[in-house]
Every structure is written in C-alpha cells, then in structure tokens.
C-alpha cells in the first residue's frame, strides 16, 4: 500500500521491483549497481516520508489558502469587541455595507445597545432563511453602491464597509466615499485588503463584476486628502490602544474617517 502511494507519486520508480534487488542474496547485480539501488531505495523512503506529513500537508494548506475566501468582512467581525471600546456610544446606530452583511448585521444585532442595518452590494439569491428575514424586514438592503444610499443624511452614527470598496473605480468611489460619509453622523470605516491579499475567485467574478483591486494604504491616503475626506484621529487612536490591549492585530487595512460637520 505504501509503495504503491509512492510509485504513484514519484515517476522515477517504474523500474518496478529495483529496492528489492539489492536484499536477494542470489543478485546477479553488480556491487555499484546495488549501492545505487539501496541509496534510490533510501531516497524513496525519505520521499515517501515527506509526502505523508510535509510536502502535501504543506500543499493543501497553500491551496486552501488560496481557496479560503480572504475576507475582511470577517476581520470585522473580529473586530466587534475593539471598534465597541473605540467608539463606544457611536456604535448604537451601525450601518455595514459589505457582501455578507447579513451575518455582520446579525451579529451586531447580539451586542448590547446596538442597532444595526446592512447594504448587501451584491445578491443575496444563495442567502439562508435568516438573510431573508432580514431582508423582509428591511434591516438589510440590497443596493448598488455605484448609486446614492437609500437613506437620509445622518442616519446611522456609525458606517462600516468592508470588500465592497475594492470593486469600485475611482470614478465611483468619488460617488460611493462621499454617500457613505453623507449617511453617518459619528464616522466612517473601511476595512479593505492590503496589496497581494487576493480573493475573488474565478466563480465570484461573474458576481462582482470586476476583480478586486487592494489598494495600498499611501494610495487610500492620499485619495481621502483628494476628495477631503478627513481621518478620524481620535478614533484612530482609541482603536489602536484597544487592538493592543487585546493583542489584536488586523489582517485587513483599517480606516476611520469623519462624518461631514
Ligand atoms: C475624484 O475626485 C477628485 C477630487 O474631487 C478628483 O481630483 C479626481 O479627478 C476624481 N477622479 C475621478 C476618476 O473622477
């Protein structure tokens, strides 16, 4: 059985039964070719080992990596506890904007004090029966946020996006940025992925419409300085002591910005 695991992997073992040869007493071979063939039999066993635990250990974890979905709607949701201690009273009135946002909505629904709504960029035709619910009842929102909010000015004290930024152009996030600071009254977050961080697989193109595209954090900068778009320093600061505190470190990029005055 093992053997077999190993001439199915290794192609140079056709030669069929050579790591035998070696151990029968009656060889005709010559004494090279058996230290050859005892040295290619150890090389098997060392191969076969490392099939077994590393090599292909290593390989599925790189593929489900790479299958695994990166998301940083579900670094937000992580992240729950430490946006609470950074803004704290702000977070009675929440907003995410964001595939997923079903299960972001819901579990803000758990915390104390907070309401919560949702704007699902994308379908929701796969959605489980609690998102339909949702959507039912009007707590989520199916919207293209291309286009301006459903909602008036200032209703929600606090707005969160996470991997819906990415498929936008430039062009619409001039649009989507401002709507999005237009609806909150105490600030704005954007969790979005750094540079390398992929994710959308092939399926989900058909979904988004475009791939997505992480941009670095100098980039995001210097587009909040161009559209004035002002950082939130103080929640910045507030959301840095408390990751510390909690030895929490994002995996995702994570903005705060001002509400307009
Ligand atoms: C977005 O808005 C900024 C600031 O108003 C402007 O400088 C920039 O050219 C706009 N970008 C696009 C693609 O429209």
Request: with cysteine; hydrophobic share 40%; glycine share 6%.
């Amino acid at each position: 059985m093992a053997r077999r695991q190993v001439n199915s992997t290794r192609r140079f073992v056709d030669s069929g039964s050579f790591p035998f040869a070696p151990l029968h007493p009656k060889s005709h071979s010559s004494p090279l070719l058996s230290v050859v063939l005892v040295l290619l039999g150890a090389i098997l066993l060392i191969g076969y080992a490392y099939s077994g635990s590393g090599v292909f250990g290593g390989d599925k974890e790189a593929v489900s990596r790479v299958e695994g979905d990166f998301s940083c709607t579900l670094e937000l949701q992580r992240a729950i506890p430490i946006l609470k201690k950074a803004y704290g009273d702000s977070m009675r009135k929440v907003l995410h904007v964001g595939p997923d946002t079903c299960s972001v909505v819901s579990k803000l629904l758990k915390e104390e004090e907070t309401e919560a709504w949702g704007v699902e960029p994308y379908d929701v035709e796969d959605a489980d029966g609690n998102c339909r619910h949702l959507v039912h009842k009007g707590i989520v929102r199916v919207a293209d946020i291309k286009f301006p909010l459903p909602y008036r000015a200032k209703s929600f004290s606090l707005v969160i996006v996470s991997d819906a930024l990415e498929y936008l152009s430039p062009k619409y996030l001039n649009k989507t940025l401002p709507e999005l600071a237009r609806v909150s009254s105490d600030g704005l977050v954007i969790f979005t992925g750094y540079p390398g961080q992929q994710r959308a697989k092939v399926a989900e193109l058909s979904k988004f419409g475009r791939p997505a595209k992480m941009r670095s954090s100098s980039w995001w900068i210097r587009y909040f300085v161009q559209t004035s778009l002002e950082e939130n320093e103080a929640a910045i600061k507030k959301f840095e002591q408390a990751a510390t505190k909690k030895s929490y470190k994002p995996s995702c990029q994570v903005f705060h910005l001002n509400s307009y005055h």
